[in-house]
């Protein structure tokens, strides 16, 4: 069965998300869902979010990567308050990214592909994920 992690980049009016499936051992697949919804976003989110998951069980999330900022105000806090909600009720690790290590990252693909990708690198270097260290970074 294959596990699930989530990916939550909410800093622009560009909603992202992102979805990865992987059995140990096996490269990361990824889903993404992007949207441009302006000032609609953080209302929205919630909506693609179950989009995103439908079919699966939140459950079966082994971790939770989400944009930290520098971005907007509304969107970053949103971000981060569905991060750290599913980490703490879901008892799962929680990665905090700030958007400048996001844009530096060296690997291909859109904002919330590589959001995923450092995430899932620090999830499998076992490196711990808590949700109560993840705060917004407001510029």
Not at 6 to 23: D, Y
Not at 101 to 116: C, F, P, R, S
Request: hydrophobic share 40%.
């Amino acid at each position: 069965m294959p596990k699930l992690a989530l990916a939550l980049h909410t800093t622009t009016p560009q909603l992202q998300l992102a979805l990865g499936f992987f059995c140990p051992g096996e490269e990361l697949t990824i889903l993404e869902k992007i949207a441009d919804l302006g000032k609609s976003s953080s209302q929205l989110v919630h909506t693609y979010l179950q989009e995103l998951m439908a079919d699966r069980s939140w459950s079966d999330l082994v971790y939770v990567a989400v944009a930290t900022g520098g971005g907007s105000f509304t969107g970053t806090r949103v971000g981060v308050v569905i991060a750290r909600t599913l980490g703490q009720q879901l008892n799962i690790p929680v990665y905090g990214i700030p958007c400048q290590e996001i844009e530096d990252w060296e690997g291909e693909g859109t904002a919330v592909h590589k959001l995923l990708a450092i995430a899932h690198q620090r999830w499998q270097n076992h490196i711990p994920g808590d949700y109560r260290a993840v705060v917004p970074i407001y510029t």
